[in-house]
Every structure is written in C-alpha cells, then in structure tokens.
C-alpha cells in the first residue's frame, strides 16, 4: 500500500504556511528539547483535515495534545541545488515554516527525504524533464546529498531518514537499486562528517517486505521476508524503521498475526521505529475497517514491537475532507487515478473529521502515557 497522496501534501501545508497571513515569518525557532533516552517518541504526519490555512494552525495545535514528534517528509526540490548565493528558494522556505509550526508547539520534527513520487513509487517525484530517472544520474545524486545535508545544517535534527518504503522501488527497479545504495552511503558518512550525532535510516514497507501483496511478491512465498533489501544498508543504518497497513493484507485487525512484526526484534539489536503506518474505521474500497480494527492494529504493533520502539508515527490523527484535498489535487494536475487512492486513508485517522475521538485515541494516548521504553 502506498501513502499516495503524502508528498502532495507535504507540498500543500508548506505552500499554505508561507505568506499567508497569521503565520510567522522564517525566524529562528526554539529549540524543542527531545525526549529523554528511552522514551517511545509518538507523533503524526501533518496533514490537516483541510487544505486551509486554519485548519492547518488547528491541527498543528491538535497534534500538540497527542504527540511528541511530528514527521516532515520533503520531496526534493532538485533545481535548488546546489545552492546559489544566500537566497533560498521558496520550497526551502516552506520547510523552514513548517518546523517553526513544529517548535511553536513543541514538537520535534523528524525528516525523510525522499526522491520519489507519493502517488507512484516507481517514478521520481519533480525530476527536471531533461534529467534520467536513475540514482546513477550524476545531477540526481549531488542534489539529493546536497538537499539532504541542508536540512541536517540548518535544522540539525537527531534523526534523518533518506528514503521511504524504498523497498518498493527496489522490486520496481532492482537493476537501479544499487546505484540507489552507494548514493545512501556516500550521503550518510557525509551527514555523519557534518553531525555526528545525527541518526540515519531509510523506511521499508513491511507488507510489502513480507511479500503479502499478489503481483509485487517476485514469485516468493508470503513471510518469506525480504531481509536482504534491509541488510544491504548495513551497518551504515542506525535504525530498522518500517510503514505498515496492514489492512491491505488482513480482513480485520484482529487477524494480525501475534508474531506478525516479532522478526524485526529477532534480526537486528538495533532500535526499531514504525515511519508510518494506520488502519481504518470504516470500510474503505475493496478494504474492510472498522473502529476495533484500529483498537486492535495499534495493540498488535504495541505488544509485538513496543519495548524496542524509539519513535512511532501514525499517519493521522484526524480524518480527511475529501472534497477539500480533491479540489486541491486536481488543481494541481494529479490524475484521477492517483485522487481516487486518496479514498483509501480517510478514514484513517484517531479523531473524526470534526475532532471527535475514536476508541482508538485513547488507546494511542494510554501508550503514549505509559511510556513504553525501548
């Protein structure tokens, strides 16, 4: 399952927060103090209930209630580098107000970069016409590193990740795969050459590392994990971080196995984090959901993978207004087809479109009190 429409939104809420009116201007932010050593870190993607500058300010209040972290995943602005002279381009501007947003109410952005397409991870996302869509691009790889490290020099974030489900990719594209992989490391020693303290990782898509999806399994049977396409990354990645939805692979949430993610904790000693993932409340296309479901998503993750968690992102916190996103996203040229998978995460959220909690927010609010220490 892809996060379709994410990257368009990331896009969205950074164009709303610069220049329009109420929101401050790019001045240095306090810093937000991270949570102590051994604390699960819990947080959301910033994407509001509407494409409005309100519901944005709101949401970003709202999320303050229920989260520690929020995570900003940035396509790259790939003309912008390298950089020329002292004035930033406006997409970098977008991002320097999304982490003031951040600060202002006290949350601590985690990025990830990522190169490619939300709505179709076998493409790159903004790629300039006259560039080959391959990591071995010389004019790819020097604007991801260079995109990569302005974020770890202006914002000097503790984690970085490099890439999304990238395991998706390298199913699509395994002959790019590697080109992809010596990009990876050259930009993590060169991250670690300017911050050492900085943690880098990339996600991958577990459903999809399992295998659990007809047609995108490479003739390998289902749990016949994909473990070479984490391990590739070794040892030059300081957390195995996944997505996970697994309502594209079970009918309910109960039928999560007890060990569906026990094998993270078995293969590597090195901390574990959820990027991404979510259930629905309601039926959803071909996808069954319902408020247990949701309940019983977040128990299985929290008891499978909770004691070795060093961050948790749930995709949303609050529902979408479809029409309000749909309107936007034609306005903005993305083909029916991609506006129709927005469908599939509306109702992902903890809260109804008009706050209102779901049982499962108060399940999510019981393990984030709880403190569950990796």
């Known amino acids: 399952m892809r996060k379709a429409w994410l990257a368009l939104v990331a896009l969205l809420v950074g164009g709303l927060a610069c220049g329009s009116p109420g929101v401050p201007a790019p001045i240095p932010s306090p810093h937000v103090t991270p949570l102590p050593p051994g604390q699960t870190a819990y947080g959301f993607f910033p994407s ?13 209040a709202d999320m303050a209630r229920h989260a520690d972290v929020v995570l900003l995943q940035q396509n790259i602005p790939w003309q912008a580098f390298p950089l020329d002279g002292d004035t930033e381009p406006q997409p970098l501007i977008d991002i320097r107000n999304q982490v003031i947003l951040a600060h202002q109410n006290g949350l601590e952005p985690i990025f990830v970069v990522d190169p490619l397409n939300g709505l179709n991870r076998r493409e790159f996302m903004g790629l300039p016409d006259a560039w080959t869509a391959s990591f071995g691009t010389p004019e790819v790889r020097e604007s991801y590193t260079e995109f990569a490290l302005w974020i770890v020099r202006t914002f000097h974030p503790r984690l970085v990740g490099l890439a999304s489900e990238i395991n998706t990719y390298a199913d699509a594209y395994p002959e790019d795969f590697p080109n ?190 709880g403190r569950v220490a990796p």
């Open 48 to 60: 509001p209930p509407e494409i409005t500058l309100q519901s944005v300010l709101d949401h970003y």
């Open 180 to 369: 992809f992989l010596s990009l990876y490391h050259e930009t993590y020693a060169a991250i670690k050459l300017a911050s050492p303290e900085t943690r880098v990782f990339v996600t991958f898509q577990w459903e999809d590392l399992n295998n659990l999806f007809a047609g995108a399994n490479e003739g390998r049977a289902a749990y016949q994990v994909n473990w070479e396409q984490v391990e590739a990354f070794e040892p030059q990645i300081d957390l195995w971080v996944i997505s996970s939805y697994p309502f594209a692979a079970f009918a309910r949430g109960a039928d999560i196995p007890p060990d569906y993610y026990v094998p993270l904790r078995t293969r590597t000693d090195k901390p574990l984090a959820v990027g991404e993932g979510g259930y629905p409340s309601s039926p959803v296309g071909p996808f069954a959901g319902t408020l247990q479901d949701q309940v019983d998503y977040l128990e299985a993750l929290h008891s499978q993978l909770g004691s070795r968690l060093e961050f948790w992102i749930y995709l949303l916190l609050t529902d979408l207004d479809t029409e309000s996103y749909v309107k936007v996203m034609r306005q903005n040229g993305v083909g029916q087809e991609d506006v129709g998978t927005l469908g599939m995460f509306a109702f992902v959220g903890l809260q109804a479109q008009n706050g209102s909690a779901k049982p499962a927010l108060a399940t999510w609010d019981s393990f984030r009190s």
